[in-house]
């Protein structure tokens, strides 16, 4: 099992910056990527950004060149810097990590409680 823990959400207005962190506790040896999705009020939970533990990265259309994430160096933390604000960033920010279970490649999807950014406009 892994637990993740998300902090740095708040409330920032138009332009403004956060830091999203998230600390993954557990069996944390097996994380094969660390990823950020979002949810806004009445839509479905979309992929933010993503970091791989081999260093790839990915990032939505949405936020790239605005956003930046990383990994700490023990790889159980991640983090997301985001500058430049808009309201449509308003959601509610999960932490997801993807596990690897077994040699054959099974994985599992485990999922912090999110933290909730509001920009206001």
């Known amino acids: 099992q892994v637990q993740l823990v998300e902090s740095g959400g708040g409330l920032v207005q138009t332009g403004g910056s956060l830091r999203l962190s998230c600390v993954a506790s557990?069996?944390?040896?097996?994380?094969?990527?660390m990823n950020w999705y979002r949810q806004a009020p009445g839509k479905g939970r979309e992929l933010v950004a993503g970091a791989t533990s081999g260093g790839r990265l990915v990032y939505a259309d949405s936020v790239k060149g605005r956003s930046t994430i990383s990994r700490g160096d023990s790889k159980s933390t991640a983090y997301l810097q985001m500058n430049s604000l808009n309201p449509e960033g308003t959601a509610l920010y999960y932490c997801n990590a993807v596990v690897i279970l077994t040699v054959g490649g099974a994985r599992r999807d485990f999922w912090g409680r999110g933290t909730q950014v509001t920009v206001s406009s």
């Open positions: 557990g069996r944390t040896f097996n994380i094969a990527s």
